[in-house]
């Protein structure tokens, strides 16, 4: 019988996980389960977890091959498996409102699933709070899956054959300069608009603010199509505003959620948590 206790979060995705820690040997089964749970809520928050670097690293190998974060990667060619997301650095100093770093980060308060403008797109994200504001920086999600299954059936249709094509430097430019070196390493992609999980057989739709464009079609009507689809996932009903207590260990599937930051005072407030990604398993096609 499961140790795990679930808390639903929304009505159409997400849980809270009570029952495990993440931290300490887990069992195959436990593991089984937490895949699961993965496929069929999307989002997971663990209350109430101690996670060390290592130890994150260590349940991402769990969940598959971990993603070497793609901004080192691409501005110096070094391969490093952690993202800090937040104001505090390695040795503890606070970056406030003014760092061009804290300033790049807005970019994230754009709705988006992590990596898509990869060729191949991370499957799950994995974020441990060490730090948190007092005030402000929620992160909202919203289901792509239950937006597809509101569509109707020929709008459906007409998404089923299309490509779109996902590009970092067409959605990060639009807040800060995007390094040349790191521009070069990230290549536009076209992925399929409609995905299905190959567990459960759920359909969603692919988009978010790196999606440039769909393949084959004008500026004009692909830009039309791919915001509507954001408009019918981001309704304010269907969000879940993630509110981050210290310790929460928060698992979400970039394949279906899309999600975003929302602004908190830099200058006032300390921000640290540590992530790693899961690389996914199905491929997209590079752009010359």
Known sequence: MSK???????????????GIDLSSAILQIELEEVCELIDTYSFLCFPDQSMSDDELLMFTRLLGEPEAEHITLGRTGKAVYFGTVGNVSDDGTMKGNDHPNTRYQTGNQLWHADSSFRERPCSFTITHAHEVPGEGGA?????????YARLPQTLRDRLQPLKVIH??????SQVAPVDPAHAASLPPVAHKLVKKNPRNGCRNY???????????????????LIDDLMARATRPEDIYSHQWKAGDTVIWDNRCLLHR????DADRWRRRM???RVAGTESGSTLS
């Open 4 to 18: 795990l206790h679930l808390e639903p979060l929304h009505s159409d995705f997400g849980a809270r996980v009570h």
């Open 139 to 147: 992160t909202e999600f919203t289901s792509a899956r239950a937006a």
């Open 167 to 172: 590009d970092y430097v067409f959605s990060r």
């Open 206 to 224: 692919y988009v978010g603010s790196h999606a440039r464009s769909v393949v084959g079609w004008s500026g004009i009507a692909s830009r039309e």
């Open 261 to 264: 930051g929302t602004p908190y």
């Open 274 to 276: 540590r992530q790693t």
